[in-house]
C-alpha cells in the first residue's frame, strides 16, 4: 500500500477499543498525516478479518476528531449534574484523586473503592492494576448478574475446566485453508444475531464465510433474523426457556441414541456413582475411613465391585471396566448398604422430564421441529453451537450453558476441528484476573479478596469469577451493609444508559457515593454525575497488548489528541501513587511482563503486530484432553474436579446448587406471572444489536447515527395495527417499572407476541444536565428493566425475558433527532473546549 | 487504456449480504460524504411468503455517487465497498465477466452504476 501523498504514513495495528467499542482482533492499516488520522482500512494480510472492516471500524475518522470528544481533564464545579466544569492539569487532576482516595481508603478500608468497568475491551488488565494497587478486590463489570460472557465462561469452567468457540481456523494463519481445519458440516446459532455485530472475541461474519463453503445454520431465535432467514431449522423459542430446549435436545440425541458413547464412556464423569440417598456425588471418603473427597467411585463391570477414581494420578489402580449405566449397591466406610446410580442415569432421569412434546409447552417451539433440529445437529460431523448473550440474560444462565455444553461433548465436538474448540489465551498470556484464569496482575496479598462483594454468598464468584457481583454491589452502596461504598472509579463503562438496568437507581447510588471519576472518550449521564473525568484515547492512541485467545495481538501509539491519554497509562501512574511498593516502573515492564510467555518483549511481539502460538502449544488446538495440553499437570483430561467433562458437577454440589441441568422460569414469564401478564401482554426483549453501534455508543457519530437515527420498537405488523399503530408512528413502553419512548418498526422480524427494544439509547445532541442526563430515561428500555434478579449463582439476570405493553403516544411530538442536529447542538460542557473546527465533511 | 473501453459493474451475491452497512461508510470515507450520503445504499426487504413464512434480503444499491472507485482501481486496490464488505459478497470488474460469473449462482443482482 502506498498513499499518493508521500507524507501519508501507513501503520499497521489492532483494533481494541476506545473508538469502534467492540472486542477488536480486526488488523486495520491506519493512514496518518501531519499527526493525524486520515483514513482507515482492514488489512487484508491480516488473517482474523482479511482486510474487511466493520462501520464503526471505518468510522474512526469520525470518532477520533469528534468535536464533543472530552479532550482535558476536568473538575466539577457546581453540583453533581449540574453540568459545570473547569479544565484543570492532569497534574492536579493525579493530586486530587490521590489524595481524596488514600483518605477515604484510610478512614473506610481499601474495600470502599468499586472499580467498575464495561464489556471485554482493553481496560480489565488496567482496572485491575488499579483496584489491585489500591487494595480493593471490588473491580465490577456493571452489568446486572454480570450478565454477559462472563457467566459462559465461568460456566465452561466449571464442567469442562476451559472455554470453547466455534471453530472457523481462527487459530490457524491460514485459517479455512490451513489442513488441519474442518469446515462444520452444520452451526448452531443460538441467541446470536452474528451478523450485525462482533461481541465474545469472534468475529462475526466467519459464520458467513463458512456458510458458503457449504455449512448449514440451525437459527435459534426468537426473531427472525437473517440467520433464520437462511437456516435448515429455524426454532422460535420463547425468551427465557432456553434451558427446556437444550434439555429437548439432549432427550432427542439420547433417546435416539445420536451421541459419541466412546466419548462419553472415556472423557466425562457419567459413569461417576450418585448416591440415591442424598443425590450427591460417592466420593472415595464415603467408601474408605481415610479416603479422598477428592477421589470419585465407579462400577467396575469385570470386578462386579467398586473401583476408585484417583483425580491426582488420574486413573484407576488397575484396569477398570466402567458400568455407563445401572444401579449398584455400595459399601460404605461405617458398614451402611446403599444404592447408587450412575452420573448418566441420573442426568438421563432429568432430561427424561423434556420430551420434545413437554418442550414445546414450554418453549412454543414445535416438538417435531426440535427433533429434526436436533437430529441435523447430532448427525453432523463435524458441528458446533455458537451461543450469545441470550444465554447470560437469564437468571438459569448456569443451567442452559451446562445443558449445552453437554451437548456438544456428548456429540462428540469437543476441540475437534469444525467443533467447539478450546479458546485458550495464546502462549497462555493472560495479564488479570478473568473468570477460569489467574493472571500477571493480581492482588498482593489473597487476603485483601476476602471482601469482595458476592464472594461470600455465591461460590462461583468465589472461585472462578474475580469480580464484585454487580447487584449486590448496587445494594451494598444504598445498604451500605457489611461495609460502605465510598468511591466509584468508573473507566470505559456507562453504568448510567448502558450497563444499568433500573437507570434511577444508578443515578441514586452514584449520588450518594463521595467521590466519583469517570474515564471516557465522550461525556455521558455517568459523567454528569462524576467528580473528576479524565479524556481516555482510542486504540490509535495507545500502546497495549491484547491478550484474548489466538492470535496474541498489540496495539501501536500512532497518534495523539490533545491530552487524551491511553487508560493503562492513566492507571499506571495512579497505581504508583497509591502502592508505595508497586513492582513496575514503567509500563514497558509491565507490558513485557505480561507477554513473557510469549518469549518475546513487547517491542519485539509490536513490531510484528501479531503471533500465533506453534502447533503442541496449548494455546493451539486441537484435541488437547488426549495430548495432555489442558492440565497442569500434564496428564490427559480436563481441568475439573474429576478430570473429566462433568455431566454431573462436583463443583456446583459443592456450591449448593443443582448439579445437574434443569429449566427454571425467568421472574417475569407468562408463566411465573399470569397476573402481570394478564396487564403485560407483550413479552418485551431487548439488547439487539445494530451494526451502527456498539451498545450505547456512537449515537454522536454522524455516519453511524444516519444508519440507525431513533429508538426503534421492532412489533410485529399485525399486533401494530390491533393496537391502532402505524409503521413508523411513536408508541409508549410500559410495564411495572415504568415508560419509555420508541418509534414502531412494523415488521416481521418478531412474532405477534413479542417485542423488540433497543437498547442503551441516550441523545448526545440534548441537554445533559440531571435530570434530564440526555434523555436517558426517555427512550432507553434499561430504565424499566430490574435489577437485583440475578440467579442463584449471581450470575444471569432477567434482561431478555421480561414484559410490557405497548401504546400509541397520545400527542405527536417532534421526531428525537435529524440529520444535522448533532452539528449544530453542543452539550454545554463540550462547547467551552470544543476547537474551532473547519468543516469535517466537504460535499464531494 | 483498455479501461476507458470497458463497462465496469458490481455483482452483489445478496444471499450473504447481511445488511452490516460496510459498503456505505466504507464509501463515505473514501469519498469523504456527510452523513446520508454514500455510492451505496443497502435496502432492506422482508419478503411474504405463503404459510406465515418470509425471508430476509438486503439488497447493497449503487447510488447516484456511486464512481466504481475509479482512483482506487487504478492503484491496483479494490473499491471501498468490495474490500470492506463483511460479508464478501460484492465483486467489481468487467460486466462480461461478471455476467458469466452469474451463472448457476443463486439471488445475485448485477449493478452498472451511472
Known sequence: ?844 | MAEEKTDYGLLINYEYCTGCFTCMIACSQEHNWPAGMAGMKVIEVMEDLPKDKAYLAYIPFPTELCVLCAGRVKKGLKPACVQHCMAACITHGPIEELAKEMKGKKRTVLWKPR
Open chain 1, 1 to 844: 500500500m502506498s498513499g499518493k501523498d508521500s507524507d501519508v504514513q501507513i501503520f499497521r495495528t489492532t483494533v481494541w477499543s476506545g473508538g469502534p467499542g467492540c472486542h477488536g482482533g480486526c488488523g486495520v492499516l491506519a493512514h496518518v498525516k501531519e499527526g493525524k488520522l486520515v483514513k482507515i482500512e482492514g488489512d487484508p494480510d491480516h488473517p482474523w478479518n482479511q482486510g474487511r472492516l466493520c462501520v464503526r471500524g471505518l468510522a474512526m475518522t469520525q470518532i477520533i476528531d469528534h468535536p464533543d470528544r472530552i479532550r482535558y481533564p476536568m473538575k466539577r464545579v457546581g453540583e453533581r449534574g449540574e453540568d459545570k466544569w473547569k479544565r484543570i492539569s492532569w497534574e492536579e487532576a493525579f493530586d486530587t484523586i490521590e489524595t481524596k482516595m488514600k483518605a477515604l481508603r484510610d478512614e473506610f478500608g481499601p474495600e470502599s473503592g468499586v472499580f467498575i468497568m464495561g464489556t471485554g475491551r482493553d481496560i480489565g488488565a488496567w482496572i485491575c492494576m488499579l483496584a489491585y494497587a489500591y487494595g480493593s478486590p471490588n473491580v465490577a463489570f456493571g452489568l446486572s448478574g454480570n450478565a454477559c460472557y462472563g457467566p459462559r465462561v465461568s460456566a465452561c469452567a466449571t464442567f469442562q475446566g476451559d472455554y470453547s468457540v466455534f471453530d472457523a481456523g481462527q487459530w490457524l494463519p491460514k485459517r479455512y485453508e490451513d489442513p488441519r481445519f474442518k469446515l462444520p458440516e452444520t452451526i448452531m446459532v443460538w441467541g446470536y444475531n452474528i451478523g450485525a455485530c462482533c461481541p465474545d472475541n469472534l468475529f462475526g461474519h466467519w459464520i458467513i464465510d463458512m456458510m458458503k463453503k457449504g455449512t448449514k445454520i440451525i437459527s435459534v431465535d426468537p426473531r427472525f433474523t437473517w440467520f433464520a432467514s437462511r437456516a435448515e431449522h429455524w426454532l422460535q423459542l420463547r425468551p427465557g426457556s432456553e434451558a427446556a430446549l437444550a434439555m429437548g435436545f439432549l432427550n432427542v440425541v439420547i433417546n435416539e441414541n445420536l451421541y459419541d458413547k466412546e466419548f462419553v464412556e472415556k472423557w466425562t464423569n457419567a459413569p461417576h456413582l450418585i448416591r440415591e440417598d442424598t443425590n450427591k456425588i460417592l466420593r472415595e471418603s464415603h467408601l474408605i475411613k481415610d479416603g479422598s473427597e477428592e477421589n470419585f467411585i465407579v462400577w467396575d463391570e469385570t470386578a462386579k465391585a467398586t473401583a476408585i477414581w484417583n483425580t491426582t494420578e488420574m486413573a484407576f489402580a488397575n484396569s477398570v471396566k466402567p458400568a455407563l449405566s445401572g444401579r449398584f449397591k455400595v459399601t460404605l466406610a461405617d458398614g451402611k448398604k446403599l444404592w447408587c446410580r450412575t452420573a448418566w442415569d441420573s442426568l438421563l432421569k432429568e432430561v427424561e422430564k423434556y420430551s420434545p412434546d413437554e418442550v414445546e409447552k414450554i418453549t412454543w417451539v414445535k416438538a417435531d421441529d426440535l427433533r429434526k433440529a436436533a437430529r441435523l445437529y447430532a448427525t453432523s460431523k463435524p458441528a458446533s453451537i455458537q451461543w450469545g448473550e441470550a444465554i447470560d440474560m437469564s437468571p438459569n444462565v448456569t443451567p442452559t450453558a451446562h445443558a449445552l455444553l453437554i451437548l456438544w461433548n456428548i456429540t462428540g465436538n469437543n476441540d475437534v476441528p469444525g467443533g467447539n474448540v478450546i479458546a485458550r489465551y495464546a502462549y497462555d498470556v493472560v495479564a488479570y484476573a478473568l473468570p477460569g484464569a489467574k493472571g500477571v496482575i493480581k492482588l498482593k496479598d489473597q487476603a485483601l479478596d476476602e471482601p469482595r462483594i458476592g464472594a461470600d454468598r455465591y461460590g462461583v464468584f468465589k472461585n472462578f469469577y474475580w469480580r464484585a457481583q454487580t447487584d449486590v454491589t448496587l445494594e451494598q452502596i444504598f445498604t451500605e451493609k457489611p461495609y460502605p461504598i465510598k468511591s466509584l472509579w468508573i473507566q470505559a463503562a456507562n453504568p448510567l444508559g448502558a450497563l444499568g438496568m433500573d437507570l434511577k437507581q444508578w443515578r441514586e447510588a452514584l449520588k450518594k457515593v463521595d467521590f466519583v471519576v469517570h474515564t471516557d472518550l465522550f461525556m455521558t449521564a455517568t459523567s454528569q454525575l462524576a467528580d473528576i473525568v479524565l479524556p481516555a484515547a482510542t486504540f490509535l492512541e495507545k500502546d497495549s497488548v491484547r491478550s484474548w485467545w489466538v492470535p496474541l495481538q498489540t496495539m501501536k501509539k500512532i497518534v495523539t489528541v490533545d491530552e487524551c491519554k491511553p487508560d493503562p497509562e492513566i492507571n499506571f501512574e495512579l497505581a504508583k501513587r497509591f502502592d508505595p511498593d508497586f513492582q513496575y516502573k514503567d509500563l514497558n515492564e509491565i507490558l513485557d511482563a505480561i507477554v513473557e510467555p510469549s518469549g518475546m518483549t513487547f517491542k519485539q511481539l509490536q513490531d510484528q503486530v501479531y503471533s500465533y502460538p506453534p502447533e503442541g502449544h496449548p494455546s493451539h488446538p486441537y484435541r488437547r484432553y488426549e495430548k495432555g495440553l489442558l492440565r497442569k499437570d500434564k496428564k490427559q483430561g480436563f481441568q475439573t474436579p474429576s478430570g473429566k467433562v462433568e455431566l454431573y458437577s462436583v463443583h456446583r454440589e459443592n456450591w449448593g446448587m443443582e448439579a445437574l441441568p434443569l429449566h427454571e422460569e425467568p421472574p417475569f414469564s407468562p408463566i411465573r406471572r399470569p397476573d402481570l401478564f394478564k396487564e403485560y401482554p407483550l413479552l418485551l426483549n431487548t439488547g439487539r444489536r445494530s451494526p451502527a453501534f456498539f451498545n450505547s455508543e456512537h449515537r454522536q457519530i454522524p455516519w453511524l447515527r444516519a444508519l440507525d437515527p431513533d429508538p426503534t420498537l421492532e412489533i410485529h405488523p399485525e399486533t401494530a395495527a390491533s393496537l391502532g399503530i402505524g409503521n413508523g408512528e411513536w408508541v409508549i413502553v410500559e410495564n411495572w417499572m415504568g415508560k419509555v419512548r420508541y418509534k414502531a418498526k412494523a415488521t416481521k422480524a418478531v412474532p405477534r407476541w413479542m417485542v423488540m427494544a433497543a437498547h442503551g439509547w441516550w441523545f448526545p445532541e440534548r441537554n445533559g444536565k440531571d435530570p434530564e442526563l440526555y434523555g436517558i430515561f426517555e427512550s432507553n428500555v434499561n430504565h424499566i428493566t430490574p435489577m437485583g434478579y440475578q440467579g442463584k449463582d449471581g450470575l444471569g439476570a432477567p434482561i431478555k425475558n421480561l414484559l410490557c405493553k405497548v401504546y400509541k403516544e397520545a400527542s405527536a411530538q417532534e421526531p428525537l433527532w435529524v440529520p444535522g442536529d448533532m452539528e449544530k447542538k453542543k452539550p454545554a460542557a463540550r462547547q467551552a473546549q470544543a476547537k474551532k473546527k473547519k468543516g469535517e465533511h466537504h460535499n464531494g
